[in-house]
């Protein structure tokens, strides 16, 4: 049996990533009440990650969308896994955090985390519409070029 | 018929301002349970961003202590929508995440972030005590001073 | 009479810090029904903040990670304050914000972040276990190499 957003998820063309290993002492996902916290997901391509640098430097703004948009699909991955399987129990996306590695002139970091932001409502629909914060980072962890955490919250 | 908060508001002679345009595919509010969070705020004034630059740099301290005033305001500008024009639901100012672009010598984020902490204070008195973080930041959307984002408790 | 964790605490040859003054206008700990959020943490030790500067140029990584270890434990300290001395009511840490302060190509903000993560797990066992966010700052407060901010679960 297939849900709602898988089939969304299905008709879009997406794959979710294989879940992403952990780089770190932590947990991926972490419950309170309803509310599921999601940590921070790097742009992985193959085992490596994509598109490394500054944005605004090293990164263009196009391929910095596109790393965005990698970072929402492994929250969605890491969000299935925690729901054991089931998307549709995902009631809303609460808020995005959207870290941009940038150049001290580089100021399109609303666009480049556009690039997770619409992959949520393509997704969940209104239900994917979300808060969220994006700031420019002096570097990121493995030298990823954008960092993005998550908020959900879950129907039981 | 106007609330205890609107009239403070009116007491301090502060004026709400207009709210700001969304710079992104995201919501300037989204609630869950009785916790609001509220997207990441930025100075504007008469359609521009205020003082931009990096503190410590192009940005003195003065500019970007009014500069985190002037995203607080912002913050209570979109809390006040979300409640239906009523700020008095707002039960407590939970936290506020203070991101200031910076000179890598300045280590002042604290005076700077007071300036959005200090006007929780004075409109919603103890309720509005709340915690914080406050950071550096290599660059901010537009070429903001500072963002605040807040979450705060709300009544039915 | 001791808690549980109190014991484990002093097992582990642990002692928590004295609770480090506020460095701003706002509060080291607010509750939101079961939520408890704790505000960004400093690595003090006698008054000074320890190892300042920026994690990949003036600051090695294993300072750093004792740095992120500092800042956990002021974290615990906030938290044992806020619960009116008795740790055993943490259900569980849920999230830690982690922020170095950067050099451009540093790349292992996960490896410094995880001296406060391990921490957590050392004290609270599987309830210690959370989410995270690790990021680089251009700058931190005071010349800090690392800011730790976390949530807690507390039960009543």
């Not at 994509?50 to 263009?60: M, Q």
């Not at 809303?92 to 002139?105: E, I, N, Q, W």
């Amino acid at each position: 049996m297939t849900g709602n957003i898988d089939r969304r998820i299905e008709q879009l063309g997406i794959d979710l990533p294989a879940l992403p290993a952990a780089v770190g002492a932590y947990l991926p996902c972490r419950t309170a009440g309803d509310l599921l916290f999601v940590s921070g997901q790097l742009p992985w391509i193959d085992g490596r990650i994509a598109w490394p640098g500054r944005v605004g430097a090293e990164v263009g703004l196009a391929d910095a969308v596109a790393a965005a948009r990698l970072c929402a699909l492994a929250l969605v991955a890491q969000v299935r896994e925690a729901c054991a399987g089931d998307l549709d129990r995902v009631a809303a996306v609460v808020r995005l955090g959207g870290f941009v590695s940038s150049a001290s002139d580089f100021f399109d970091h609303a666009k480049v985390v556009n690039g997770a932001s619409e992959l949520m409502v393509e997704i969940f629909g209104d239900a994917g519409r979300h808060a969220r914060a994006a700031v420019g980072c002096a570097s990121l962890p493995l030298g990823a070029p954008v960092e993005i955490e998550g908020l959900f919250q879950i129907r039981p």
